[in-house]
T-cell receptor, first 112, second 111 residues
Framework: DTAVSQTPKYLVTQMGNDKSIKCEQN?????MYWYKQDSKKFLKIMFS???????INETVPNRFSPKSPDKAHLNLHINSLELGDSAVYFC???????????FGSGTRLTVV | GENVEQHPSTLSVQEGDSAVIKCTYS??????FPWYKQELGKGPQLIID?????GEKKDQRIAVTLNKTAKHFSLHITETQPEDSAVYFC??????????FGQGTRLTINP
């Protein structure tokens, strides 16, 4: 049973389109995150939610809008996609910020 | 927040030898330091972590040491095996709110 699952695994789309990535965790964790991994493998936090409430928004363009309908789900919607948005996006969850994160397997987004 | 400095960026060792990866952090308030292993096409996986109230932690062939005064922490892998080949990331819980990651170390174990 997958602990943190993301869909889709691959996403290829044209510039200007709008797309969503979904994430679900079955670990009962209170906190969920979105991280972006660029081509140099650098992992950077984008958002953090605790029990459906946004607690971190790391200067991400407002074209990116996270939504957490409940504490087990954190989705990411991206408007007006740009070439620079191409990256691997990881969802993660944890019991809290001072505990290890469990990551999903990632969504490779390619904007053409 | 500032980045965590991680070195080296690439490391190649002979099977059976030891590997050491070092990180330096900046936030004195950080109290949790995990290490992650990322294999090709997969998400990062937690392999070991240490909290600021201890100086060393060991789990079989993997150990982590923490020097709070110098703000350094290191990952030690002994008796390396081919399946240890991966990208390794250190992290600190900056501001006790979020994990900030190092730049990653690509470890290659040569048979």
């Amino acid at each position: 049973d997958t602990a943190v699952s993301q869909t889709p695994k691959y996403l290829v789309t044209q510039m200007g389109n709008d797309k969503s990535i979904k994430c679900e965790q079955n670990l009962g964790h209170d906190t969920m995150y979105w991280y972006k991994q660029d081509s140099k493998k650098f992992l950077k936090i984008m958002f953090s939610y605790n029990n459906k409430e946004l607690i971190i928004n790391e200067t991400v363009p407002n074209r990116f809008s996270p939504k957490s309908p409940d504490k087990a789900h954190l989705n990411l919607h991206i408007n007006s996609l740009e070439l620079g948005d191409s990256a691997v996006y990881f969802c993660a969850s944890s019991p809290g910020p001072n505990y290890g994160y469990t990551f999903g397997s990632g969504t490779r987004l390619t904007v053409v | 927040g500032e980045n965590v400095e991680q070195h080296p960026s690439t490391l190649s060792v002979q099977e059976g030898d030891s590997a050491v990866i070092k990180c330096t952090y900046s936030d004195s308030a950080s109290n949790y330091f995990p290490w992650y292993k990322q294999e090709l096409g997969k998400g990062p996986q937690l392999i070991i972590d240490i909290r600021s109230n201890v100086g060393e932690k060991k789990d079989q062939r993997i150990a982590v040491t923490l020097n709070k005064t110098a703000k350094h922490f290191s990952l030690h892998i002994t008796e390396t095996q081919p399946e240890d080949s991966a990208v390794y990331f250190c992290a600190e819980n900056q501001g006790a709110q979020k994990l900030v990651f190092g730049q990653g170390t690509r470890l290659t174990i040569n048979p």
